[in-house]
């Protein structure tokens, strides 16, 4: 049940933020913090200072690099430390600067009075030790900061840029459900649009008294109990199209038998390729209701399916020698769905034209681009 989901997912972030704001998960949260870049930023830091104060400094350069190796490993404990207090009275980025402006003196005075044995006499009554401490806290507390905003800037860059692609993701997923919910909007259109124009046929014969109108009545409902469950796929196959376009133009030629013919032209190469649900048994329906049943003469129905080229596009064809195009009819609704469902499995690109045919007939085209990988 969706509530019950809902509570199981409430009470496991919960426990999530349980454990999150416990002595642990803090503690969790900062040792994996701790980077193998961000030490070696600290170091390289450390190495930069040292070389940099050294010509000035009575100290050799290994016990130069040690303070300031010190003082930077301080500096980046107390910023990863600062960023893992989830209860900090105020904003994260700004405990983090304070922690620095702090850690720098702190630790220099820490590593002096490591030197002098905790003699604040001799650290603060030797002015060269006093030099000595300014510099380097000074450049500690400068370099640390300018390393602390850049940090932060390149990780409220790195959330924008998450942020971004997880509302791309967020946003192809909702388009594709929308699609998927037009798609079947169309579908629940075309059943009944399909199925009440196959009953009128029949009824017309049942109204006439034709002898025939038992044998076709069973006919389909052979041919129902095969179609309906296909209306209900998300993508049948080309061949199963294939199979429901032959019941049907079976079913109508027991109908008109001496004004129906037809032939079915398809690739058994393509029999595997997915369609929208009813491509091709629209365009068929539309050649017996609008070309060859108001004909006196009747006609011939010819189906095809071919690719072009190497792999290239998909064609599909449906062609009547029926009456014609009727300019004065308005578009019917079975092509306007047809368009549709085109649209949204297949996007922009896939298209269904009419073209006239001399002296008389419909010639109805559809072209499905190759499927990108």
């Known amino acids: 049940m969706p509530w019950q989901v809902g509570v199981i997912v409430r009470a496991m972030d ?4 349980a454990a999150d704001s416990s002595p642990y ?3 969790r949260r900062f040792f994996s ?7 070696g930023w600290a170091i390289g830091l450390a190495m930069t200072v040292a070389l940099m104060i050294w010509p000035v400094f009575v100290p050799p350069l290994p016990v130069l690099f040690g303070r300031t190796l010190f003082i930077a490993i301080v500096l980046l404990l107390a910023f990863t430390a600062a960023g893992q207090w989830r209860r ?3 904003p994260r980025w700004v405990m983090q600067l304070i922690a620095v402006t702090l850690a720098a003196p702190l630790a220099t005075l820490a590593v002096y009075l490591l030197s002098t044995g905790g003699d604040w006499w001799a650290l603060f009554g030797n002015e060269a030790r006093v030099t000595g401490f300014v510099m380097i806290g000074g450049a500690a507390l400068v370099l640390g900061l300018v390393l602390a905003l ?3 800037y390149r990780e409220r860059d790195a959330q924008a840029n998450a942020q971004a692609l997880q509302f791309a993701l967020e946003r192809e997923t909702l388009e594709r459900q929308a699609a998927d919910a037009q798609l079947k909007v169309l579908q629940s259109q075309v059943e009944p649009h399909f199925l009440f124009n196959t009953l009128a046929n029949v009824q017309a014969l049942v109204e006439s008294g034709s002898p025939r109108a038992a044998p076709v009545l069973g006919s389909l409902i052979a041919y129902l109990r095969a179609a309906v469950p296909q209306l209900h796929q998300g993508a049948p196959t080309l061949g199963q199209e294939e199979a429901l376009v032959r019941s049907y133009l079976e079913l109508m030629q027991m109908r008109m038998p001496d004004r129906l013919s037809f032939a079915l032209d398809i690739d058994p190469a393509l029999r595997d390729t997915r369609l929208p649900p009813m491509t091709l048994l629209t365009l068929v329906e539309n050649a017996v209701r609008h070309g060859i049943d108001p004909s006196e003469a009747g006609g011939r129905i010819e189906v095809g399916a071919r690719r072009n080229g190497d792999g290239g596009a998909l064609m599909l064809w449906v062609q009547d020698s029926g009456c014609g195009i009727d300019e004065s009819r308005p578009p019917g609704t079975g092509l306007a769905n047809l368009r549709e469902r085109l649209l949204a499995t297949h996007g922009p690109d896939a298209s269904l034209a009419l073209h006239g045919i001399n002296p008389h007939g419909v010639r109805a085209e559809i072209r499905i681009p190759q499927a990108r990988t």
């Open 14 to 17: 919960s426990r999530t933020q």
């Open 25 to 27: 998960g803090f503690w």
């Open 33 to 39: 913090a701790l980077t193998g870049q961000s030490v």
């Open 88 to 90: 900090a009275p105020l």
């Open 150 to 152: 850049g940090a932060l």
